[in-house]
């Protein structure tokens, strides 16, 4: 059985975390905990997760936005599907789940950054959900 939940403070963050791990594995769970609950406090940073008989296996992270090249818009921080469940739809439909609540919400669109190497990733992105690549991003770290 399917079901996409939100996760909704420290308790619940932990049980996203094996799953988020995989996408980004330079944060150790407490490192993810803190940035989890600085972005929801600051930024309104929200987790939904695809539970598949009560197991997280997808997982997305995203928050609303406002730019003027964007409009007002959500932006995708994060989107991974454990790697035991890759390529079965599921990222497919957690990213669905939050384009139809964008809609609902009235914002213009849903937009996300993918770093270079994941060609399987664009594929996705553009032939699978109609996506345009629109921009190169740059960042710049000063640590």
């Known amino acids: 059985m399917e079901k996409i939940i939100e996760l909704v403070g420290e308790k619940d963050w932990k049980k996203g975390f094996p799953v988020i791990s995989q996408l980004r594995p330079h944060l150790t769970e407490g490192d993810f905990l803190e940035l989890a609950a600085l972005a929801a406090e600051q930024e309104n940073y929200r987790i939904k997760v695809l539970l598949k008989d009560s197991q997280p296996i997808a997982y997305i992270g995203y928050q ?53 190497h994941r060609k399987g990733a664009h594929r996705f992105y553009e032939e699978k959900m109609g996506f345009d690549k629109a921009s190169y991003s740059f960042k710049k770290v000063f640590k």
Not at 91 to 106: D, I, W
């Open 64 to 116: 609303p936005m406002i730019t003027l090249y964007y409009g007002r818009f959500i932006w995708v921080s994060d989107l991974v599907t454990d790697e035991a469940h890759r390529s079965l739809g599921y990222g497919e439909k957690l990213l669905s789940h939050v384009e139809e609540e964008a809609q609902k919400g009235g914002y213009d669109g849903i937009a996300l950054s993918s770093a270079l």
